[in-house]
């Protein structure tokens, strides 16, 4: 089998996911909470998702037709066996959508299956109009054609901006751990951010928005085109455990450089969870 133009591919991605921030945008302007359904608690999906998914997915089949799908919303098709996989969040924020606030984005990374890893992603941030993107062999990451790197000013968690959220279904100790590293955080650092997106949290780390993001018990689909580019725009990421499962492992550590070593050892470690903050 050829090796696919990784470079042609994502510009092929960027435009449908630029299609579906449009439609997603024109949505929101006669959207009412009426449209909102409940998949779990506070935890929404409305026409809007199911639309921008489907239209997504009948674009990327033509695009590279040999590739199944891990899509949130559950469309397309998964076939474990392909050799690549689409990883699709068709609108990550609902809450955020849900309630005119942003922001709110369109996540699609491909998958090699064989190589285990991203080879091509895309946020599309529709709020603003940015779309971050990069792919295998591109020698860094993007905005909206510019290159972007993840910031090099940060010389301790004190200089820090941190990013991060609250998963649904988490167990009591879970959420103690996160509830006591956010007001550390914010008592620590320059101020811990949940800005409800966190497709759109690691591209913010990726352009130095951000200096440290981490989350738990994220999907898939969350998570795999905005950790590609963070990677290629200079960040390290990791899971909670230090390894490299991060995609599927259901955590996530991403930062700067600089500041790896003392964020990885302060959320991915017991003490939040003992109340030491």
Known sequence: ?????????????????????????????????????????????????????????AALAELLPEAGFIAEEGSGRHDEQAPWQWIIDPLDGTTNFVHGLPPYAVSIALWDTQARETVVGVVHEVTLGESFYTWKGAPGAYLNGQPIRVSDHVAGVNDALVLTGLAYGLDEKVVRHFENSFAYFNRHSHGARRIGSAATDLVYIACGRGDAFYHINLSPWDVAAGAFIVRQAGGQVADFAGGDDYVFGRSIVATTPSIWNEIFDLVAGARFTKGDC
């Open 1 to 57: 089998m050829m090796q696919p133009d990784w470079e042609q591919i994502c510009g092929r991605v960027r435009q449908i996911a630029a299609q579906a921030a449009d439609y997603i945008a024109t949505e929101r302007k006669r959207f009412t909470t009426d449209k909102v359904e409940v998949k779990g608690t506070f935890n929404f999906v409305s026409y809007v998702d199911k639309g921008a998914e489907k239209m997504i997915i």
